[in-house]
Structures are given as structure tokens and as C-alpha cells.
């Protein structure tokens, strides 16, 4: 479409570039870590917890984040799926950005087809108001549900949105975060608030998320981040990561592409603990890719689980992508993939029945690369 290069311009609200833009975008390298190491949350609810405890754990990993040196804490939209509390990023992550200081806090993403492109600028002109300097909005094009909750999200009639749908949307939302809807424009007279119309004011930078080529050639084209789940899609990792390097055209925000992959990853004390835990994940995940969405069960009920041979392959396929073990193990799978992948950042999601193991494994990971821990904040 003709107005889609527009979402590439990341300005300071008066349609100037940003000259900091880039450095919002571009992770710091701690301890000993290849690259920056973040945070992906999706508030899991395990099996007799509860969402409340789920959101008190999500506080604490972004706190020890925080502490640890983690550059960034995102947090996934999901809808209709009991064993994850995190449909409302907006709405965490300002509660997050009570409990913390320094670490950016972003979404992973807003699925931007469920939302009117207003009202994704309202919340993060809102969330930038509250942790100026401090927020991502990253986009996503999938529902991040089922067929039949997204259309009870978007209302009949929208499911079958035509393919350049969602860069016209994403024009759109720029435009309202810049406040600079041009002349005769039917938005024109309309303003996100908080926003530029009100005095100067920062934005969060955009990011692009897929699993697919299509936001990674977007990404490129629009010299936007790019964000790529590879914890759910590994074997499209490297071509999706070639596709945004070949098509990449530098903007106002990027003058070089600049991308991070989300990884599955759990460390524990012993490997046995962890492949304990890395079940409860996996379990889960085949009760949901086989219609049966639940809580995510104990450990106990993983390994008492009487898997089908063709049961166990999925779980077994599913594990061998996640990078877990004891910490040095996980150091050196995440190692490798940063090398092999060409990274810039890694962003790891501890998926695990207990909010405890999850905590514990950022530490551990933490602790692998000698990130620093003078800036621990007391429980």
C-alpha cells in the first residue's frame, strides 16, 4: 500500500527521526553473556495456582531482571487459554513498571488485528507517560488465539481481512504515536492521549514479531527490529532471519537491522529437575495443539502422563528445542544459537508449572554468564 512506508518512521512526536531511537532499540551487553539477554513472559498458570500468583511471580522475575542486568522484560497477548494469565499486556506492564526503574518493559506482542489502531496508542502513549524512556510496543499479526475467540475479540466480519490489512493498520498506529495525521486526512482532528498534542512527548519504539517471512520482509522494509519466536518455530529461524537482513533498508529508527529471537530456555540445579520441568511445558502444549487448553500441570502429572508414541514424538520435538539443563549446559546452547543464529539479542521464556522454577532459572542463567548482582533488590 502507498501509506505503509509511513510505519517506518520512528519521530519524537513532531515528525522529526529520533536520533536516540536506535539506542531504545540496541540491547546492552552484561557479564559474560554473546549478546543482550531479556525477558519473554507469558504468566503461566499452573495447575492449583492461580492468575493473582502468576502476575506476583511476573513482578518478581522483573525485578530480579532488573537486577540482574536483563535488558528488556515483554509480555505475550494470549486469550482463552487457562494456563496463561497475560491477555492484557497493557495492563501488566504498567503494573510492572510500578515495581521496577531501569528495565525496559515492552509487549511480545499486541496482537495488533484484535485492537483498533487508537487504542494501541492510547495505552502505550499512556504506559510511555508512566516509564518514560522505558517502553516497546511490539505488533504481531496473529490473533495469539483460536478462530473462534478472535472473532469474538474483533467482532463478525474481520477474520478474512485482506493480506496488506495489517500494514495499513500499522500505518495507522504511527501516525496516531506521532500525532501527525496529514491535512484532510478523516483522523486528522483526532489525537492519541497522551500524546504529542499535548506537549512533547517520547514514544515507544515499534517492533515487528513473526513466525513467518511476511513481518520479517516487512521489518526490513520498513528499517524497523525485528523480533522472531523461534521457542514456537524453529525450523524457520535462519530463513526468516536472511529474509529481514536482505530486505532491510535503513530508516530513522535503524541504519543496520537489528533482531532477537525468543528462546525457549530453563535452567535448575540438576538436569533431571529441569527436564522435570521442561514437561510440565510441553504437556501443555500438546493439550493446546490438541484442543484440550488447560492449567500447566505439576511434574507429577507430566511424568505420570501415559503419552501415545505419537504423543511422545511431538513432546520430544518440542523439548529438543528448548535449551535446558544445568546452568552451564544452558549457557552453552544459548551460546551456540547466538552464534549460529546471528542474534542480536536473545529473549528467554522459562515456560514451567511452578512461578518459582521460572524465577530460579533467570537467576541461574543470570549467575552462568557472571551478570552482576551489585544491584540486587531485597525481596
Given at each position: ?38 525477558v519473554l513472559d507469558l504468566v503461566t498458570v499452573g495447575s492449583g495456582s492461580s492468575a493473582a500468583a502468576s502476575l506476583r511471580t511476573s513482578v518478581a522475575i ?318
Amino acid at each position: 500500500m502507498s501509506d505503509t512506508g509511513d510505519a517506518g518512521r520512528q519521530t519524537d512526536g513532531h515528525g522529526r527521526g529520533d536520533s536516540g531511537a536506535a539506542d531504545a532499540i540496541r540491547g546492552v551487553v552484561r557479564g559474560e553473556a554473546p549478546v543482550p539477554l531479556s525477558v519473554l513472559d507469558l504468566v503461566t498458570v499452573g495447575s492449583g495456582s492461580s492468575a493473582a500468583a502468576s502476575l506476583r511471580t511476573s513482578v518478581a522475575i522483573s525485578r530480579l531482571a532488573e537486577s540482574r542486568g536483563y535488558h528488556r522484560h515483554w509480555v505475550a497477548e494470549h486469550h482463552s487459554m487457562p494456563g496463561v494469565a497475560s491477555s492484557s499486556p497493557a495492563v501488566i506492564l504498567a503494573h510492572l513498571a510500578a515495581h521496577t526503574t531501569r528495565i525496559r518493559l515492552g509487549s511480545g506482542g499486541v496482537m495488533l488485528p484484535n485492537h483498533a489502531p487508537l487504542a494501541v496508542a492510547e495505552q502505550f502513549g499512556t504506559l510511555e507517560a508512566l516509564a518514560p524512556g522505558r517502553v516497546d510496543l511490539g505488533l504481531g499479526r496473529a490473533p495469539g488465539t483460536d478462530p473462534r475467540t478472535a472473532a469474538a475479540l474483533r467482532g463478525p466480519g474481520r477474520l478474512d481481512e485482506a493480506a496488506d490489512e495489517f500494514p495499513r493498520r500499522l500505518a495507522e498506529l504511527t501516525r496516531f504515536l506521532d500525532d501527525d495525521f496529514p491535512d484532510g486526512h478523516p483522523y486528522a482532528r483526532v489525537h492519541a492521549v497522551p500524546g504529542p498534542v499535548q506537549g512533547p512527548a517520547g514514544r515507544p519504539p515499534i517492533w515487528l514479531l513473526g513466525s513467518s517471512g511476511f513481518s520479517a520482509r516487512l521489518a526490513g522494509e520498513l528499517g524497523l527490529p525485528f523480533a522472531y519466536a523461534h521457542h514456537f518455530s524453529a525450523a524457520g529461524t535462519l530463513p526468516a532471519l536472511d529474509l529481514y537482513r536482505q530486505s532491510f533498508r535503513p530508516s530513522a529508527v535503524l541504519d543496520a537491522p537489528y533482531a532477537l529471537i525468543g528462546v525457549a530456555a530453563l535452567a535448575a540445579d540438576t538436569q533431571e529437575e529441569a527436564r522435570a520441568q521442561v514437561l510440565t511445558g510441553a504437556l501443555s502444549m500438546l493439550r493446546l495443539r490438541s484442543g484440550r487448553p488447560g492449567l500447566v500441570p505439576t511434574p507429577e502429572e507430566a511424568a505420570a502422563y501415559p503419552f501415545s508414541p505419537l504423543e511422545r514424538e511431538f513432546v520430544d520435538g518440542w523439548i529438543a528445542n528448548i535449551a535446558h539443563g544445568t546452568p552451564d549446559e544452558v549457557r552453552s546452547r544459548l551460546d551456540d544459537l547466538a552464534k549460529r543464529t546471528g542474534a542480536d539479542e536473545l529473549m528467554l521464556t522459562a515456560n514451567a508449572h511452578s512461578g518459582e522454577a521460572r524465577l530460579r532459572s533467570y537467576g541461574l542463567v543470570a549467575d552462568a554468564y557472571g551478570l552482576p548482582t551489585e544491584g540486587l533488590i531485597p525481596a
